[in-house]
């Protein structure tokens, strides 16, 4: 039997590599060979030890587990009714999403298993539950009957399919939670992965002015977000973000989207510069100790509508995998980096403090 080779976080800062025995594959789960997975900003966030639990979790993430919730694969093995359920078969290349559902809580029954009350992550689950094999940073990865499997097109690169979820996410926070109709302006606050996603995104939804704002270090994102279709990129460390956004706007955005971490001045400038009657994404993660020393009364003055972004929808998926698939967009020229799972250590660092200010965007883990 052939072993599986996995990058094994025994605990925060330290990886392992192991081998594990192939799963049995009944008639309603799979096995996905893995091309390549992107590296999210929680996995790091997992390594540094910075993240304990997820987000509105109850119960700490256990370790040693398999890191890594945004894989791109082949169909190995797949039961009759797995098959039948995702529409697949052996030898399609698919790409999972990071949550699988519970398929019996009032969210999955409504149609938004993305609001599960009782998610378990593939990448987040400890090598101790059977068959151990739930992440991506690996050789294979188990699929559970209650995975979430889409196919996209082996025509694409896997450079290009990697990005799928940082796509995903920017569809559903710059498009389908703010409702952005043809021609309204936005601006993205933030050039990291998700924020320049939201710049394909937004841009390939129709948008008017597309605007993203950054700091001097993040010159590198704000060139590449004009090459990705933003009409203007702002470094907010030399120009006023807000008295920019209003003039080429007109007066204020329709949308802004608040992509950035930690920091929670963006949160004010994004009230200041969204027009009366629009709407404020909060997507970026503070950390649990930030105030936010915000007047709340311009959400009332202002007749604002502010929405949480917490993941993203099915439908935000697809959505990804068809502008991958169209070739219109460079969605590769988001991947700056590729490492194999033997520099798990070196690939989640490259998203941290460890190597900023080195260009490093978006990165993808392959098996070797």
């Known amino acids: 039997m052939t072993m599986i080779r ?3 976080l025994v605990q925060p800062g330290a990886f392992e590599m192991r081998e594990f025995p192939r799963p049995t594959v009944g008639d309603d789960d799979g096995l996905l060979r893995l091309e390549a997975c992107g590296v999210c900003g929680t996995d790091y966030e997992i390594y540094a030890g910075e993240m304990t639990r997820s987000y509105g979790g109850s119960a700490p993430y256990r370790f040693p587990m398999i890191l890594g919730h945004e894989p791109v694969g082949i169909i190995e093995e797949i039961g009759p009714a797995a098959a039948k359920r995702w529409g697949v078969a052996p030898g399609d290349r698919v790409v999972v999403r990071n949550w699988r559902q ?5 969210s999955c029954l409504s149609g938004k298993p993305e609001r599960c009350t009782n998610l378990g992550g593939l990448g987040l689950t400890a090598i101790d539950v059977a068959p151990a094999v739930w992440g991506a940073y690996a050789t294979h990865m188990y699929l559970p009957p209650a995975a979430r499997v889409f196919p996209i097109s082996p025509r694409v690169s896997v450079r290009a399919a990697s990005t799928f979820n940082a796509l995903a996410c920017g569809f559903e926070w710059s498009v389908f939670l703010p409702q952005l109709k043809p021609g309204q302006h936005i601006a993205i606050l933030g050039p990291g992965q998700r924020g320049l996603a939201s710049v394909l995104a937004a841009r390939s ?3 008017g002015k597309v605007i993203v704002t950054g700091l001097a270090a993040d010159q590198h994102k704000l060139d590449l977000a004009r090459h990705l279709g933003a009409d203007l990129a702002i470094n907010v460390e030399r120009d006023d973000p807000v008295a920019l956004v ?9 949308v802004v989207v608040d992509t950035t971490p930690v920091a929670v001045q963006p949160v004010q400038q994004g009230l200041d510069m969204v027009r009366r009657g629009g709407t404020l994404i909060l997507a970026g993660i503070k950390g ?8 709340s009364d311009t959400i009332i003055e202002k007749a604002l ?3 949480g972004a917490y993941g993203a929808s099915d439908e935000a998926v697809r959505s990804a995998i068809r502008l991958i698939e169209s070739d219109a967009y460079p969605a590769d020229r988001l991947v700056t980096d590729v490492f194999t799972i033997d520099q798990a250590k070196q690939a989640v660092e490259s998203l941290g403090r460890h ?3 080195k260009g490093t965007i978006n990165v993808a883990i392959v098996p070797k």
């Not at 209003?246 to 329709?254: E, H, L, N, S, V």
């Not at 649990?288 to 007047?295: E, G, I, L, M, S």
């Open 6 to 8: 996995a990058a094994v």
């Open 102 to 106: 519970c398929s019996r809580c009032p």
């Open 205 to 207: 939804s129709g948008a």
């Open 246 to 254: 209003r003039q080429i706007t007109g007066g204020g955005a329709d």
């Open 288 to 295: 649990a100790t930030r105030t936010f020393p915000f007047a």
């Open 305 to 307: 509508t502010v929405k």
């Open 355 to 357: 190597t900023r200010g």
